[in-house]
């Protein structure tokens, strides 16, 4: 057998017919050794494709013959971009799907759709789903139909999900992944918009009492359900005690007008909220977006696509009334002076220097601290500058010692470094505390919160959480010059703070 494929390798004009002798043998699991890889090395899509398909996924030797194959081969090309995508090299895999897709392989329209669309690049999902009026596969139509409506739904189109499901929901119910989809409309109520108002009431009269709810938004059924996620994990830390959350609700993309940027954080048009303000019963609502940087404006929460549970932990301690201890922006308001009272559950802005006796300068620092009850009375939050003085003019340094660092004291934060270095070249003179040496989770997310810190914000019982949502309503409105609205919503937002405060003193026993 050898000395017959020797001869007729040396003739060309057989080589066609050696070609099609080898791949008979090998389709037919009928081949030797010798003729296997004499096959492979003239990269005989057959001999390639056995290779390929017994190879361990993933392998080197699985990922040299995809790579091979993938030439001529839609699957492998397929495969190759699913590897990628896989590994988040979207680049290749892009590439990968767009070999796939020349080759005719159907699936891969789909897919590389699915990926613009993951990626919120919604013209080029338009694209690709245009090239579909010419793939006759059945299944694969019928994946570009669910991607499609998931695209109206993304895009606020309700119209056009309400006429898909009229013509075509036989066919979606055809399959598992269309039944998930008409599971998720009706779940977040995607058309029924009806009734809202009722479900979010008998919901949170059905929860354990929680002041500080928190309705969350999104725009797309895959952001939703990463919400839910996120809130899943987020329910199994110390922090979730203190707030509770609605069911998760669809908001189409351009309800808010908001804008959104990888390198500047989330802002809407937050007079927005009024048209929903009525089906909300919650104190906070939040939103999730595909992009932007996540963060907290008065009672209400941002944050991006790509945010994970640390990102959401450290947002929602805003809403309770934590500041940042990283270094704010200059202009933040919270560091332009020395506080008038306590404001948050872990920082405080005061002078960097007293004078005075040193009881009634404690005192006076320890009346601004919102921690003042958990520093114990031997540990130090002052260090003398100079002794030799009268006692009404000793000068004292604001800061608890190193040697104090595993108390609560008086530390310094990094929040106003900026702010103070601007605003005082050359003499400090005040500066942000916080009661933790060590840095939290305030400062870096991936860090825990200490003990101190749920204790302080249990004993103050949401004395520094931030507004209800209904004051970004008022404060739209007063920034536009319309007065009337904005105090109609102030009294919203105070009717909230009344009706919480009714609830906790019933549950307190004290009516």
């Known amino acids: ?159 056009y999900v309400q006429q898909e499901l009229a013509e075509s929901k036989k066919l979606i119910k055809s399959t598992q992944l269309g039944r998930t989809l008409l599971n998720n409309i009706n779940k977040y109520q995607i058309i029924a918009q009806q009734e809202i108002q009722e479900t979010s009431t008998r919901v949170s009269e059905n929860h354990h009492y929680c002041a500080n709810s928190i309705q969350f938004f999104s725009t797309n059924l895959r952001h939703l359900k990463h919400i839910e996620q996120l809130i899943t994990q987020f329910n199994q830390q110390a922090l979730a005690k203190f707030v509770c959350f609605l069911p998760v609700r669809y908001l189409s993309i351009d309800s808010l007008e908001c804008s959104s940027d990888t390198s500047k954080a989330i802002s809407c048009n937050e007079l927005k909220w009024q048209d929903f303000a009525e089906t909300i019963d919650s104190r906070f609502v939040a939103l999730l977006l595909p992009e932007g940087g996540a963060n907290v404006h008065l009672g209400v929460l941002y944050i991006d696509a790509q945010d994970e549970l640390d990102v959401l932990t ?59 009850e958990a520093i114990k009375s031997h540990t130090p939050i002052l260090k003398p500058i100079k002794q030799n003085q009268p006692v009404n003019k000793l000068l004292w340094q604001l800061g608890t010692p190193k040697e104090f660092r595993q108390e609560v004291g008086v530390f310094y934060a990094q929040t106003c470094a900026k702010a103070v270095n601007q605003k005082v070249k050359k003499k400090v003179e005040f500066i942000a505390v916080k009661p933790i040496y060590n840095p939290t989770k305030m400062q870096y997310f991936s860090l825990d919160f200490p003990l101190s810190y749920y204790e302080n914000l249990e004993k103050s019982k949401g004395k520094y959480v931030m507004p209800s949502f209904h004051y970004n309503i008022a404060l739209a409105h007063y920034q536009n010059g319309d007065t009337q609205q904005a105090q109609y919503w102030l009294t919203q937002s105070l009717k909230w703070e009344e009706r919480e405060a009714r609830k906790n003193n019933i549950l307190q026993g004290v009516f």
Not at 96 to 108: D, E, K, T, V
Not at 317 to 326: A, C, I, R
Not at 335 to 349: D, G, L, R
Request: with cysteine; proline share 2%.
């Open 314 to 372: 450290h947002e929602i301690s805003h809403l309770l009334g934590f500041v940042d201890e990283y270094p704010l922006k200059k202009e933040h308001i919270k560091c332009q002076a020395v506080q008038s009272q306590p404001f948050s559950e872990n920082i405080a802005v005061l002078p960097a220097v007293y004078q005075g006796q040193r009881n009634e300068v404690r005192a006076q620092v320890l009346a601004q601290l919102s921690w003042a």
């Open 1 to 159: 057998m050898i000395l017959i494929v020797c001869i007729v390798v040396a003739i060309p004009s057989s080589s066609f017919f050696l070609t099609a002798f080898l791949t008979e043998k090998i389709t037919e699991n009928n081949y030797s050794k010798v003729q296997f890889n004499y096959a492979l090395g003239k990269d005989n899509q057959s001999a390639l494709a056995s290779a390929w398909n017994n190879s361990k996924v993933n392998s080197k030797r699985w990922f040299y013959f995809a790579r091979k194959l993938a030439k001529t081969d839609g699957n492998a090309a397929h495969q190759l971009a699913n590897y990628y995508q896989k590994q988040k090299l979207n680049v290749q895999a892009i590439a990968w799907y767009q070999r796939a897709m020349r080759l005719g392989f159907s699936p891969a329209f789909v897919a590389l759709a699915q990926l613009y669309f993951e990626q919120n690049k919604l013209d080029k999902v338009d694209n690709v789903l245009s090239l579909l009026s010419e793939v006759q596969d059945a299944s694969t139509r019928v994946e570009a139909k669910i991607l499609s409506i998931q695209l109206a739904i993304h895009r606020g189109n309700i119209a």
